[in-house]
Nanobody, 129 residues
Framework: QVQLVESGGGLVQTGSSLRLSCAAS????????VGWFRQAPGKEREVVTA????????YYADSVKGRFTISRDNAKNTVYLQMNSLKPEDAADYYC??????????????????????WGQGTQVTVSS
């Protein structure tokens, strides 16, 4: 069983930055693809970004391209989400998710909720205008 713990959320002003972290409990974290999703009140959970197990491939939703950056440090079993130029519409609960990608190419990443088996508890991001 993989446990994921997000941290780094908070209340910021429009235009500010935040860095979210997702720490995983599994020693073979380098085998896992990881995604960040967000869910605002009354809306469905949506993918924000994802990264392959080798870190060589990434995906970004159009709404965050150029502002958000995903990265991973497999030695620390941690994935980061650097969020710059935050907008009020970025406000949501942010979740990291992971799935074992051993049987997939090193550049595989998932972009759907159903692609992931393990989820963190979420961290709230609030952006004031």
């Amino acid at each position: 069983q993989v446990q994921l713990v997000e941290s780094g959320g908070g209340l910021v002003q429009t235009g500010s930055s935040l860095r979210l972290s997702c720490a995983a409990s599994v020693r073979t974290f380098s085998l896992y693809t990881v995604g960040w999703f967000r869910q605002a009140p009354g809306k469905e959970r949506e993918v924000v970004t994802a990264i392959s197990r080798n870190g060589g491939s990434t995906y970004y939703a159009d709404s965050v391209k150029g502002r958000f950056t995903i990265s991973r440090d497999n030695a620390k079993n941690t994935v980061y989400l650097q969020m710059n130029s935050l907008k009020p519409e970025d406000a949501a609960d942010y979740y990291c998710a992971a799935s074992n990608a051993l049987l997939r190419s090193g550049n595989y990443y998932g972009t759907q909720v159903r692609d992931y088996d393990y989820w963190g508890q979420g961290t709230q991001v609030t952006v004031s205008s």
